[in-house]
């Protein structure tokens, strides 16, 4: 076995390149002021000699480690690999990295905090729906930036950012309105999470306006995966004592996608003549040919680029920006699971 | 803003769980040897006075940082997604946790190591297609042992975990004949990866010997995600001037998908009937109800626990183990999309 070699340095680096010591720091730091002319020097001296800054070492001093934990609770909805993706490429092009956190759906949301708070990490993104406001504060204390994606904690003063998910409930009530539907479904996610409670509110509210009785909606939780959603439809139609609604809305699309599968290979219905159906988050999978499914789009692009600008990676350590939550307006897409005109006034 | 506070340290968790400072040590350092009755009391002592270890600052002496570092090529294809949940779960479980990098298709292999190495990182997982033995040398020299995963490397030294692809490939051709089909067509994933070539290899061996000349099966890239299966499968099939195969092998589940829609929903075939189809990876998607694909599966969760004893992160820095390659046989997954008895001999 050949010896590790004894390793090369910023100034063996800085020698080659006849540049300074603090200029291949520089060149190496995500966000820092340099001639463009002056880092392909250096980044060329480092090819050469397999020269590689140790981010872990200079956090010690610089206090910046260049890693981001983002914590997920469920990939079995692609809604969260999308995310995932696009935080890894938009950090990466930055020059940091992403640290990923799975917490389980019964899993202590301190417990996870903890395990972040061990690596000395730049920011925490939150996804999951289970953190207590306790860990929150803990992570102020400590001079840590966290942002809530996709989610946040009523009454606390933790950052976040989010579609408005009402707003998008009451779209698609509206939408099953005009088609004419007089009798609802819903299949629900995390009743923890504000994300379906926020969905189910907006969508029922409207479906009150419109003189729906709450006891009317029929609804079962379909835990936000594909499995969850094929269990929940067939719970609320599979053994056919109930009359059918005319409608049903998925909380998100990798249920709604579940339901469809079941009601039209299980059960037999056809969509939309049997039933309207709909789901929320625009995944790209939702689109595809089978499926065709109407639903609300969330910019994950555009959540990104928020979350990271209230993260305030580039600028030297500042007060945490508290109590931001702007939530941004999904879409409507319109596809092949509701009928009729396609335009709401 | 309130100042972060002073932070507690192990001497305050050691006096208030009246233990030693080393039993705080080991109580967070993954796989150390520790009374369970002296670990309840750390860490009941840390959650009391919010103390958290740093394993970024201990890593300068111990060299072991507790991050894991995995390459992933492509989140398009969902087998990487459940990669990437089973390696965060089983690394989790350990006290560890996995710092993500996404390479893109085209990018270049060099620049990710770098990237890599700037992390003081236990190991490396790579799942990506393209690397460079350049940069397995220079991980090899820092003394950073790296695992390809669902790959290798001809010629060179480096370890790898993966399925039998070949062997696969040729199950999968003895199904298609079996079942009667006489003429073939595949899609095929990123040439430079030993996965797609492999797949193919075994695949078209098995056809060879059975008569069937190489110039009459059809092939398509499909870059291993559905939308690449997609087009595909409209650039084999779409114009209809050339007579269509009886079977056609996708040589991973998403584009095997992908191609089925094509073929159901814009072509009006049938399958079987029509035309029989399988996929390669055992991704529970593919067994989705509008789906039902036959497919070999990857046993992850083995593939996973054998990548993980070759990185030996449980124990003293040691020679890294090369070389290793032990391809591990994947099994046929009868469903709907080839007919006929579902035994081979």
């Not at 009523?154 to 007089?182: H, I, Q, T, W, Y």
């Not at 939702?286 to 555009?302: E, K």
Request: hydrophobic share 40%; charged share 25%; with cysteine.
């Amino acid at each position: 076995m050949k010896r590790p070699k004894s390793r090369v340095t910023s100034f063996d680096v800085a020698a080659l390149a006849r540049v300074s010591q603090s200029a291949v720091s520089r060149a190496f730091t995500p966000g820092s002021s340099i001639a463009e002319e002056t880092k392909s020097k250096v980044i060329e001296a480092a090819r050469k000699l397999n020269y590689v800054p140790n981010f872990i070492a200079s956090s010690l001093t610089t206090k910046r480690s260049n890693i981001i934990a983002l914590i997920l609770g469920n990939l079995a909805n692609p809604f969260y690999v999308h995310v995932l993706d696009a935080f890894s490429r938009r950090l990466q092009e930055q020059g940091r990295q992403v640290l990923t956190f799975t917490v389980e759906p019964g899993a202590e949301s301190d417990d996870a905090i903890m395990r972040v708070l061990r690596y000395q990490v730049d920011g925490v993104i939150l996804t999951a729906a289970q953190l207590s406001t306790r860990m929150i504060g803990i992570c102020h204390d400590r001079g840590i930036p966290i942002v809530l994606f996709n989610r946040y904690i009523p009454g606390s003063d933790a950052s976040g950012v989010r579609c408005d998910n009402s707003a998008g409930g009451r779209l698609m009530a509206e939408a099953f309105l005009r088609a004419g539907a007089k009798s609802f479904a819903m299949i629900t996610g995390d009743p923890r999470g504000t994300t379906s409670q926020d969905r189910v509110r907006g969508f029922v509210e409207r479906l009150l306006e419109a003189g729906v009785r709450r006891g009317d909606i029929e609804e079962a939780s379909g835990h936000s995966s594909y499995d969850g959603g094929v269990e929940a439809a067939l719970r609320l139609f599979g053994d056919g004592s109930k009359p059918r609604p005319d409608a049903l809305f998925g909380i998100n699309d990798i249920m709604a996608m579940g339901a469809m599968d079941v009601l039209r290979h299980r059960l037999g219905l056809r969509i939309p003549e049997d039933m309207m159906l709909a789901g929320f988050d625009g995944i790209p999978e939702a689109g595809r040919l089978p499926y065709q499914l109407t639903s609300v789009s969330q910019p994950i692009d555009l959540m990104v680029d928020e979350t990271l600008a209230i993260l305030h990676l580039d600028e030297p350590p500042r007060p945490i920006e508290r109590g931001i939550d702007r939530p941004i307006c999904g879409s409507l897409i319109w596809r092949a699971t509701i009928p009729g005109p396609r335009v709401l006034e």
